[in-house]
């Protein structure tokens, strides 16, 4: 049987006038086509192209440094992120610890991620952390120390908590990051038995983040509520005192649930329907009345809520649904429109069957994330994209008091929030990861390069050794040491 070559490999044959045989290569670029003239005599003419006009010289790039700045202020604002970029080498670590580079990585990402909850169990005041390995706080490296005997918590904002200290009767602000206590003296006339309050950053600077606050000035507004009236007056940690008595005359009940901060206000749900607002620029103080909702709701299923723009809502659970109403504001006050229902069953993760009591625990205003206990489990449920998780704590003592805060293990907070620097020897509350781990690879001209491979937690990576004189690499992992001897070290 004949073979049949392709012709994208055979060179074609033309037969000239005189019949000799005249080879053709097709392609024009690498061969000079032959043609033949009158006389047979085969004649070489190459064909000149006409080239475009030279594209104009590439933007020169930004040196290493801006470069790899650019990359690692794109990383997530996890705990665990900057301290593996600051291992990777020497030039890593000074560029990562920059108070420069940790303003930017802040300001790029703004909001500080959820590392935890706040809650009031058997044990005092305790820490729950969210976050999985390897960004998982453990719950000690977050004590308030001794102040988790008689004490109430009252708030969290901005990385701090506020702290209700019944033994002593004072106000504490505790920052569970430099594990600093401040101590607020209640002014007499607001009456402690009745005091509730919210601890806020007083930094004005153009361009400041939240949750990176630790050293950073900050304000403690104070409110008291009973059948008389409301009070409330504001602390400055600036000047160390309380500024005016602000008060109204109209009554309200207790309040039991933290206060949520929509736009520049503060408010607070008291047990009845009223809502206590407290304006942070015009430091005006005001009681509203909040939606008829039916009896059979317990206080602990209502919650202050932010829907659009800015716009305080009033929120429900039941055993089937959410529901949420929107405050319009005109000339005759505050009025409340049905806003939005979700059911339970169009919520993804979320129990198809509810079992018993459903409790609302807590509420997280940055995403508008709900905690709802149900089922003996905790779920931290978002209602924009309906989808839900469940949470790995099966208790519920208390309401839940989110902490978020950009934070890295190890690290000593010098200068405020001007500084950062890593200390050698801090790493004692950071849980490796089991299922990944960065190789180091050092090539020719000094610099460092990190793989950041992923492997399933059954291999349980926990080292690798790294010898250039020896070429020598240990693992736990087989699979971890033939990765790492593909590569070629220098």
Known sequence: ???????????????????????????????????????????????????????ASPTSLPDDDDMLREILIRLPPLPSSLMRASAVCGRWRLLV???????????????????????????????????????????????????????????????????????????????????????????????????????????????????????????????????????????SSETGICGNLISTEAPCEDIGKSAVLVGNCLYWLSIGEVIVKFDLDEHSLTVIRGPSVTNYIPYDNRQIIEVEDSTVGFAICDCSCFQMWQMNVNGHGATWVPWRTVEFHTILGFPPRIEGQVDMKGYDEDTGAFFIYVNSDVYMVQLKSRQSNRLPWTHHFSSYHPFRSFYTPGTAIVGGSNGAEFLHNSYDDWQCPKASMIYFIVIGDGMAAAILTEFVASHHVVGVFISLSEKVIMSKSSQVSNLARSFEYH
């Open 1 to 55: 049987m004949a073979i049949r070559r392709s012709p994208r490999l055979r060179p074609q044959i033309h037969a000239g006038e005189q019949g000799a045989g005249v080879t053709h290569r097709r392609s024009p670029r690498l061969h000079p086509q032959i043609q033949a003239n009158g006389d047979g005599a085969g004649v070489t003419r190459r064909i000149r192209r006409r080239r475009g006009t030279s594209p």
């Open 97 to 235: 610890t920059d108070p420069k580079f940790i303003r930017s990585f802040r300001a790029h990402h703004r909001k500080p991620p959820l590392l935890g909850v706040f809650e009031i169990s058997d044990q005092g005041i305790v820490f729950n952390p969210i976050l999985d390995t390897p960004d998982r706080i453990p719950p000690q490296r977050f004590s308030l120390g001794r102040y988790t005997g008689i004490c109430e918590l009252l708030d969290c904002h901005h990385g701090r908590v506020l702290v209700k200290d019944w033994a002593w009767e004072e106000i504490l602000v505790f920052d569970p990051i430099t594990r600093q206590p401040h101590s607020v003296a209640v002014p007499p006339d607001l009456g402690f038995p009745f005091l509730h309050g919210a601890v806020l950053c007083a930094d004005g600077d153009q361009g400041h983040v939240h949750g990176g606050c630790y050293l950073s000035p900050f304000k403690v507004v104070m409110v008291s509520v009973h059948s008389q009236g409301t009070r409330a007056c504001v602390y």
